[in-house]
């Protein structure tokens, strides 16, 4: 595959990267492998510090390193920089509480002192995406690189741009050598590195396909796998919702980062005696976007990631109005020379269209319209995915009761869905499996070693 940086607003090529060699592959297993033998038995101290320093070195240079994710994939540049922000974040937070995921956890039992300890397991691969370019790689760096695991990196070949800066940023912060290797690997490669007996474990984060792929290399060679692989993730409006509360985040709900986003609300699940007032609302928010440069501030609709990722937004587009989807609002064509798909609301989608079991990976809302909570749930559960959602209701416990029954990995009541250090992040069913983030994001790829002392006479 070819890497290279193509930026979405002119289409030009602005840079072009050499793959990588099996030697260099050779060379960064080599690498960790002796940096994982060397972390096993050192104080994590140092790890903590160079996190800080990345984090220091994130917010010095947070346009600089917003604008590259901006040439890569086309993201608005204060999209660009409040993803800078978060990775800091995500930095902070394993430097500051890293030290104490791995002291010893004393166990409760008759069979004398017992306790377990999390220790490194070995270098991993990390297989990640072009949506959020650094986010998602520091969401696997930060914990491991505490834990103690050398990883390798093969990003998206649309964001080479971004891969090469992490990889400057890790290195520049005082890093080891192994500690983070970033190649522009051939899938080829990838499947190499995952069966080589120096990698213990493969976290990827991408499409269902992908995934599969990745998961089914992983199993074949007995490698711990973590996989989040998108969503159709639902947006519950109750008929006791904070309505003006609702019209307010609904759109950005779906738009941020141009629809292109895992956990972004693709369904809008609506109570009956609202349903026309949102649609109207979503379409007058809709409406206001400014496609345009995502470097200017002014700009509100940023293009999509690439041709092909246009093409084929359009295309399941069509095919869902071929098959009995209504538009609403939008699917005309954007008059700049950037890949923009202009943001658009589908209703009447019904089980048979094949849209409904897709996810859409664009500024592409389906509205749906219910009489229950219980249709409400139903409709969320009618997924092959359940990653993320949200349920908005004054009623708490009602939000609470609903939230409860959706069959996902992540629910926020009367907000939107967000990705915070603290909170684990990953879904079920077909989404992927695992979690990253949070301590449960620490122990992914972690041994919890158990130790068992016979009590004393």
């Known amino acids: 595959m070819a890497y290279r940086t193509v930026y979405p607003y002119t289409n030009e090529v602005l840079q072009t990267y ?4 099996d030697a260099e592959l050779e060379q960064a297993l080599a690498a960790g492998h002796a940096l994982y033998k060397q972390w096993r038995d050192a104080d994590p101290a140092p790890r903590a510090r160079i996190l800080r320093q990345i984090a220091a070195r994130l917010r010095a240079q947070r346009t600089e390193y917003a604008t590259i994710m901006t040439h890569d994939m086309g993201k608005l540049i204060g999209e660009s920089e409040d ?3 978060l990775c800091a974040a995500i930095a902070d937070y394993y430097a500051e509480h890293g ?6 956890q004393p166990l409760p039992t008759n069979q004398g002192k017992a306790y377990y300890v999390r220790q490194a397991t070995g270098v991993l691969v990390m297989v990640e995406p072009w949506n959020f370019p650094f986010y998602q790689v520091m969401r696997v760096f930060a914990p491991n690189f505490m834990a103690g695991n050398p990883m390798i990196l093969k990003h998206a070949s649309i964001t080479p741009g971004s891969a090469a800066a992490f990889q400057e940023l890790v290195t520049s912060a005082g890093a080891p050598a192994g500690a983070l290797t970033n190649l522009f690997m051939s899938y ?4 190499k590195a ?3 007996p120096r990698v213990a474990g493969v976290a990827l984060t991408g499409s269902e396909r992908g995934g599969a792929s990745v998961a089914a290399e992983a199993g074949k060679n007995l490698k711990k796998s973590s996989m989040e692989l998108g969503g159709t993730d639902v947006f519950i409006a109750l008929d006791d919702a904070d309505w003006d509360r609702v019209y307010k985040l609904a759109p950005a709900a779906r738009l941020a980062n141009s629809g292109q986003v895992c956990t972004s609300a693709k369904r809008f699940v609506i109570a009956a005696s609202h349903y026309d007032e949102f649609l109207e609302h979503l379409k007058a928010a809709f409406a206001r976007r400014k496609p345009g440069d995502p470097l200017d501030p002014l700009t509100t609709l940023a293009p999509v990631s690439s041709a092909s990722a246009k093409k084929k937004i359009q295309s399941q587009i069509d095919e869902a109005v071929a098959n009995g989807a209504q538009v609403y609002y939008g699917n005309e064509p954007i008059d700049l020379p950037g890949q923009f798909v202009q943001p658009t609301i589908l209703t009447g989608l019904t089980p048979d269209n094949p849209l409904y079991s897709q996810e859409i990976f664009g500024p592409v809302a389906e509205v749906f319209k219910v009489d229950s909570d219980d249709e409400a749930v139903a409709l969320a559960n009618d997924s092959n995915y359940g990653l993320g959602g949200a349920v908005f209701s004054q009623d708490q416990a009602r939000a609470e009761a609903v939230a409860a029954r959706i069959e996902t990995g992540m629910t926020f009541i009367n907000q939107s869905l967000r990705s915070v250090p603290e909170l684990p992040f990953g879904g079920v069913k077909n989404s992927g499996y695992g979690r990253e983030l949070n301590e449960l994001g620490f122990s992914t790829f972690t041994n919890e070693h158990l130790i068992v002392a016979a009590p004393q006479d």
């Open 194 to 196: 995952i069966a080589d």
């Open 83 to 85: 993803e800078i922000d």
């Open 18 to 21: 050499d793959p990588a060699t």
């Open 188 to 191: 080829d490669q990838v499947s």
């Open 99 to 104: 030290p104490a995921f791995l002291q010893p």
